[in-house]
């Protein structure tokens, strides 16, 4: 039976792996193999691969047998070539053991350090070192380490006993004690595993190395490595690597050092070498904050009082720059390295892909193509697309002091703050007189647009990512937390509580829209910064792209944010929000409480000229490009008054009686309005709304082709399940437009198509493609009816969905591509095949996600639409979605 | 070119069509050219083929070319055989126009009788004839018919100068009217016409013919017939066949006359000859009501003073019942036939299948299974299940006076009446004193249960039929009208308004289930008839069936009922009812209330041996048979109050502050709570929930067993949509019920299955089948999501919705196949890919839907659930379904 190679090994030019057996041996593994074969140096040692991780768990935790045979004949030729034997007690070989998965991760999985040593190796590496206390702080380290991360000790033990030992010597540092404090310390240790544990503390370096092995196997499945995974996406299948290398040691002395770097400024991207380091110490003192660290280059150290590397060790940091630059130009991106000295040589531990704000990624990209080092299209694929959002929101200064008193979900990015106000009338009035306002409410509805259009940033109690404010706010661009359930509202009392704060109107509160963080006081922000690398990026992104990308907005002002972004159409044009504004609603409303046909006509003929002067504004906005119009969408109930003192000042308004007014508000509640009476259904019982508001889109059309602007009207009906639905609305549509034209004697081109929001509108797609001339997904309603779950109501649950890994995001977040996308899929291919040139897009919250984008490219979209904000973002996840497929 | 057969000749033993061409000749055609075939005596004539209709509507309402040639051609050989010629002024050819389409349509298109007549074959006719009267009465009858048919003509303007002549004469009856008064009358009408309509009456016999034969086409299209056709569900495009037939008499003499016949009776399936004519008269005559009909048979004269035909013409008698005895054995079925007998010869004009009664239908099947006639296959085919429902339910004595008050949905069947309360209380008070009570309600809540149990019948104004109120009360058997717009409760001043009626507490009102009917008053009801011939059907049906039906029950009563309607299992029990009952109401709402696991777990263990008796209960009751009980699925608001004053009441109960238990209520309110916190996801985020409900089944199933009956448990999870659910969820159950199994030391098999009842899991079914022993479609909620449509909130327009013809049917009854049928396909398909041997069905309403069932029979289920008085529908749609493929 022939086994599988589960161990590479590599030393001086002689790698077996390379950088792009990331999936077999890990991020770090496939590095230093590389590292090794490009002839830089690298401590000797060997990776067991992560189908061993794989083999381990499916074998119930335990290593298959073949392993040993290949790790010890991998151990023997590290012995080789080091001239050092492992247990040796003269001149004995010590190793590290870390993990390593294709994902760096970082802190999340144990390492071991000096590996190998007992109470006789230790005398051995005492005379080769020609260090006694050296070599006793490494056993003492080791014991440390070891016992925690394979006996599983209490780490916390053996550190008083430590303490305990230094304030009886009167020490107030570790480096104070003496190589005969450390042998007693080691003694202690060893007394304390064995009462804790009942186990001695192993002598045998094998037992300890196979201990390592498999504590750092187990520790792939720690809780704080499945939270990690969770959170960033990572598979469980992927595994573990296991890198052990032979130990070189940067606490010897003054001569030997540690340190980490970056090849390029990581926060802004610029061209310098930038790190930090320590002479005599080892890897974890670095970041330990112990220490303060040492900048690498003379010219960071300017001013600081602080020697550098350069100075300090002239021959090594020359070494190290060259390593650098070899890197860099080698993996063609900004590296993050760990180096140690050892006695003046430098050896590197570890390289690998800089994390960089977004700021940063941006200007490495464009740099790189100017360098010759990465064409435009690698570039494009350097930026996480989701990133941009730090770039066009204004940020919290991460310097500043903050008093965090809540948390809810980043609805809205964005870093600001203002007095807190309860109601949107406040919101507006405390604008209007100067004051920045934070609108905090349980959850807001279209009633409440002027008061968030007034507020600097929304908080809301209630609701999810794609509540009515969280939609409304990215639409605005504006700083929203949403769904805050710490947050208590009393809008009685005019105060909320949360974990024990009481915070009163006036007061101010900071929001970070960001991560949804929630902080008492002003908390001071940095400006969003869109420099030329950032339109450079966007230019270059848009040449790749094949899916256009519109936005999704409801006025002129929205219109003209997102042609500044790039949007190159409006994907929805919601007419409702129109219907909110205060001189308006009035007269929606009498279209509501009408009793008859006529009364119903006489209110919608004084909303005609109002809906027609909204549509000519954008249509004079948006030029030649295409506007997508959305007729009446929401139940009517959603436009009544809420409670009994609003309906008592609306009847005095419209003069009629109070009881019939309830009535009627009574009549049009809806236990479930999601699933009730809107959409195309009102224009079903009500064909006069429709007919309204296509004569009022027909009119302003007429009044822009007659001044010579070109126009395509597309008129969308929300909401059709049936494709009769369609056919009869069609017609109504097409008949109310094309009189119009007769009227105004003009003549112009317009479409009419729908809505695919609802599981029986994707699988009969192919019937309503005959009556449409495009298909707009609805993807968030789509999710709601597909997972039978409301966005305003999933709250209460969803975290825990997501926590429990049911979920692995947000559906209202990340489109569902396994149930949602497959009814997308679905009706994108039977819209075609019975329309070929069928016209398709998407305008959920969706069309701003770059994985969504991903999927709606792949299943063959023409267009997305997004808020203004996230146009950006669109673009670029467009453009990476055109490059990997 | 060769052009199609278009009509279709028939004279005497020879005929071009036959009984198995409905299609082409319509059901009156094929009839007419099977009978002349049979040698049975038929006016000669010719039939014109249906596609000449579909041809007529694609050529604007013209007829083909080719077809003049085919008529004239058909129209020489009748006045060949009948040796007249059509517009001979001496002995001219009379014939008849009628519509026949392929479905029965009586009375919704037109017919024209004594075409041929113009003012000079109107004397041929008195003189071949020798009766001047009969001749001029005839063309009277003509123009006022073809006025009317073809012309247009308001027939009451006629009728008003027929009266007015009348009234002259002093006459009363129209036969006082001598031959010169109707030449008279026949030139006044033709003034009339030409003043209304600007033109001549024709005279020329083919214009005549011509003109009728178009304006039949024409009547396929009017408003009468598209109604009748969207509520008989005969597609549109099926057209209609026009029968052009010679004219004979009934009307020449006491020698003449004209009947119709039942070969059996209609109403009871008797084997008896069943019929009434008149002599001297023609057919419209009998119908028209203005002489009484006399029967036909001596026997059914007896005691009525009247004669009958076996008397009055004995020759003709005889001939009838050898014909009608030929018609039965030849068509193997009960005839409703047409006959007309001219000068003592008996000619028939129409055969078809005669309606009748659901116990007719019953009996007729069974009969003619004994007769040799039909084998067992045919006679369970011969039953429309969906008409069973007539015999299990007590129905309202049709020869009742009624005032009608109101008109609802027929929610649930049953005619029952009762004095009206509009609280649950009260109607278990009420009838605790002995009252028969109607409980009236907005709409009914799982709180009402308990009223509506004391009910005789429950009347709601909102919720459609899938209503609360509408599917409990089916599940009792329970006579309900729900979503009865009509009806405007004020529960206050405890009285109801319909239509200007006042309906006060402990007046009496009376239901009508099956037509949703409202009535003042009591009306007498007829006891439900299940007799041996029912059983009979039920036992033949089930030979056929594969499908297997169990039935949707919650109690061992409703169990005990579905047991003894032929129900093979439970499909459905939900216990959540079982949370509502009084002593228990408040142990769940300390449950929902409590504020952390212990005081959860406190409520729960009180709620645990209650609904371990529960199951005990049914598990006996069911012996052997299979149960799935369905774990807790309503969102928790739903046990909660409704109103501060069942608030402040429950909040003393439990002795917890009021603003507290508000807090709580309001917390937990949900904006669409179909959508929302409920089914699995109660316990994914509460496990302790279903921990307690499946140790409830564990122990009443370990002391089922431990008493030595067979028994295996069905679990079933409610609203998966991820795979993910119920591998979490199935895991804990099984641990759960082995745990139970350990406690006991009892061992018994179990399944864990879920619900089917979204579209995320329809369309990842093959993932959720790997955690499934079990599917049922959970057609009621599928519907819902997929269509987007809350059956709570539809009521408002899913009328306008299927008068419109959006909807073929309401889709809460009878299953969306092209939609919601879809997903289900799609379901089952990916289950049983995923595993083959899984077993699979369905419990919504659509259950016990005859159509549906043919669908779930053919996607490959294995059994349907449905409500107790559903069973023996379903048994015999199952049956069908089989047999039809």
New interface residues.
């Given amino acids: 039976m022939s086994h599988q190679k589960e161990v590479y090994f590599f030393s001086q030019g002689e790698a077996e792996g390379n950088a792009s057996m990331k999936n077999t041996l890990g991020g770090k593994g496939a590095n230093l193999a590389e590292m090794t074969s490009l002839g830089i140096p690298v401590p000797p040692g060997f990776t067991i691969t992560t189908d061993v991780c794989s083999l381990f768990y499916k074998n119930g935790e335990k290593l298959p047998q073949e392993l040993f045979g290949q790790v010890e004949e991998a151990l023997a030729r590290v012995e080789g070539k080091i001239g050092k034997k492992f247990g040796d007690a003269k001149n004995p070989l010590l190793v590290s053991v870390r993990s390593g998965g294709r994902a760096s991760m970082p802190g999340m999985m144990d390492t071991i350090l000096n590996l190998g040593l007992n109470d006789e190796t230790v005398k051995g590496l005492a005379d080769s070192s020609g260090n006694e206390r050296f070599a006793w702080d490494s056993y003492r380290r080791f014991v440390q380490m070891y016992s925690n991360v394979v006996m599983g000790m209490n780490t916390s033990f053996l550190e008083m006993t430590l303490e305990d030992m230094k304030a009886d010597r009167g020490f107030e540092k570790d480096t104070e004690l003496t190589a005969d404090d450390l042998k007693q310390l080691v003694e202690r240790f060893k007394e304390q595993i064995l009462d804790t544990t009942a186990k001695s503390f192993p002598m045998d370096p094998k037992e300890q190395l196979w201990g390592a092995i498999e504590a750092v196997f187990s520790s792939w499945n720690n809780d704080r490595a499945i939270t990690y995974r969770r959170l960033h996406s990572i598979p469980d299948e992927w595994g573990t690597a296991v890198n052990v290398q032979s130990m070189v040691f940067g606490n010897l002395g003054e001569d030997s050092g540690t340190g980490v770097a970056f090849t390029r400024d990581p926060s802004t991207g610029d061209q310098r070498f930038f790190g930090e380091y320590l002479m005599n110490a080892q890897g974890e003192d670095v970041v330990a904050g112990i220490r303060t660290p040492q900048p690498i280059t003379k010219e960071a150290a300017k001013g600081t009082g602080l020697p550098s590397l350069e100075e300090e060790c002239p021959e090594a940091f020359k070494e190290l720059v060259e390593t650098y630059k070899k890197l860099e130009n080698h993996y063609r991106d900004m590296q993050d390295i760990e180096f140690t000295i050892e006695k003046g040589q430098l050896w590197m531990l570890q390289t690998r892909t800089g994390k960089r704000t977004a700021r940063a990624a941006v200007k490495i990209a464009m740099d790189m193509i100017d360098e010759g080092l990465i064409n435009e299209q690698e570039a494009v694929l350097r930026v996480e697309p989701e990133s941009l959002d730090q770039l066009l929101h204004p940020t919290l200064d991460p310097k500043s002091e903050k008093t965090l008193i809540a948390k809810g979900l980043p609805a809205s990015p964005g870093g600001v703050f203002g007095k807190v106000v309860f109601d949107s009338d406040e919101a507006v009035d405390w604008k209007a007189k100067g004051e920045k306002v934070i609108l905090v409410r349980v959850e807001t509805s279209p009633e409440d647009i002027e008061g968030m259009v007034a507020a600097e940033g929304i908080l809301t109690s209630r609701g999810g990512m794609t509540s009515h404010a969280a939609v409304v706010a990215r639409g605005m661009g504006k700083c929203c937390v949403a769904g805050c359930g710490d947050v208590q509202v009393n809008e009685h009392a005019k105060e909320f509580r949360a974990n024990g704060y009481v915070v009163k109107e006036g007061e101010i509160i900071t929001l970070d829209g960001g991560s949804g963080e929630v902080f008492l006081g002003e908390v001071k922000t940095i400006p969003p910064q869109l420099d030329g690398a950032f339109h450079r990026l966007m230019k270059i992104a848009d040449k790749s792209r094949k899916l256009k990308v519109r936005t999704n907005a409801d006025t002129a002002p929205d219109a003209k944010t997102a042609i500044e972004f790039g949007a190159e159409g409006i994907g929805l044009c919601r007419t409702e929000h129109m219907f909110f504004a205060p001189e308006r609603i009035d007269w929606v409303r009498r279209m509501i409480l009408a009793e008859n046909l006529e009364e119903r006509q006489r209110a919608l003929s004084e909303l005609l000229p109002m809906q027609r002067e909204d549509f000519v504004q954008i249509f004079k906005v948006m030029e030649d490009r295409p506007v997508t119009i959305r007729l009446l969408d929401p139940p009517l109930h959603e436009f009544l008054p809420h409670n009994d003192e609003e309906a008592k000042e609306l009847a005095e308004r419209l003069d009629v009686p109070f009881s019939e007014l309830r009535t009627k508000v009574k009549v049009l509640h809806?236990?479930?309005?999601?699933?009730?009476?809107r959409g195309c259904?009102l224009a079903?019982?009500y064909p006069e709304i429709y007919q309204m508001q296509a004569r009022a889109i027909a009119e302003a059309a007429a009044e822009i082709v007659s001044g010579g602007q070109k126009l395509v009207p597309e008129i969308m009906i929300p909401?059709v399940?049936?494709a009769?639905?369609l056919k009869?609305l069609r017609k109504q549509v097409m008949e109310t437009v094309e009189k119009v034209q007769k009227e105004r004697s003009v003549s112009y081109e317009f479409m009419v198509g729908t809505m695919i929001?609802?599981?029986?509108a994707a699988?009969?797609a192919d019937?309503i493609a005959e009556y449409a001339d495009f298909f707009s997904f609805g993807t968030n309603?789509l999710t709601?009816?597909?997972?039978?779950?409301?966005r305003?109501?999933?709250g209460?649950?969803l975290n825990?969905?997501v926590s429990?890994?049911?979920?692995g995001t947000d559906p209202f977040v990340s489109l569902?591509q396994?149930?949602?996308g497959?009814?997308v899929k679905m009706g994108v291919d039977l819209g075609r095949g019975s329309k070929t040139n069928l016209k398709i897009g998407i305008c959920g919250e969706h069309g701003g996600d770059p994985a969504s984008i991903e999927f709606f490219a792949q299943a063959g979209m023409d267009y997305v639409s997004c808020s203004p904000f996230r146009v950006p973002i669109a673009r670029l996840a467009a453009a990476q979605a055109a490059l990997k497929n």
Same sequence: chains 1, 2.
């Fill in positions: 809806e236990f479930n309005p999601m699933l009730g009476h259904r079903i019982t909401l399940g049936e009769k639905e009869i929001e609802l599981p029986r699988v009969t019937q309603d709601q009816t597909t997972l039978g779950l409301s305003d109501d999933a209460r649950f825990t969905y429990k890994g049911i979920y569902d396994s149930g949602v497959k009814l």
